[in-house]
């Protein structure tokens, strides 16, 4: 038995942008084991930003955090972008903790922004509802997407970048 699809329906694309950090174990490696799995399972990557290197936000750690962005284009839905994030974190030895709070990690990835989407539901918020607030979010954004509008307050990312009052300790990684 054969299934057609509708004549004239397709899955359309977003651009989406993620935020990607860790400080737990090879870092970088993970960054980019993320980028490889994401890749794969979500669609392609046509922006990498630089990688930065910043303190813990909210808690202390032993080793600093590496955080980047990256702009991709997918046709997964909010919540199945959700899913396969999700899934990637876990692949890439990501725990659950039972913890409230922030806490160190091998890899985590937000998304911050999907296409025009403004979505506020119990297991999901686009934009990412703290990104207007964190430099570590902000400065690898404004990298790749810094004429990107937010959908909420119609401000361009370079505009939250020049206005965000956190003053946390951001430097280009080189390694």
Do not use: W
């Amino acid at each position: 038995m054969y299934e057609y699809a509708p004549v004239g329906i397709r899955k359309t694309q977003s651009t989406v942008y993620l935020s990607l950090g860790s400080n737990l174990g090879d870092r970088i490696q993970h960054l980019l084991d993320a980028q490889n799995e994401l890749k794969k399972e979500v669609g392609e990557i046509s922006a990498i930003s630089q990688i930065f290197e910043n303190p813990p936000c909210g808690f202390d750690a032993e080793q600093d955090f590496l955080n980047m962005c990256v702009k991709l284009s997918t046709d997964h839905s909010p919540f199945d972008l959700l899913k396969a994030v999700k899934r990637i974190e876990k692949q890439l030895g990501r725990l659950e903790t039972a913890q409230k709070g922030y806490s160190s990690r091998c890899i985590d990835i937000d998304i911050i922004l999907c296409g025009n989407t403004v979505l506020h539901s119990e297991k999901l918020t686009i934009p990412h509802p703290h990104f207007r607030k964190r430099m570590f979010v902000l400065k690898p954004l404004k990298d790749i997407a810094f004429n990107e509008i937010d959908p909420e307050t119609m401000l361009t990312i370079e505009q939250l970048f020049n206005n965000c009052g956190d003053q946390s300790t951001m430097r280009v990684y080189n390694h």
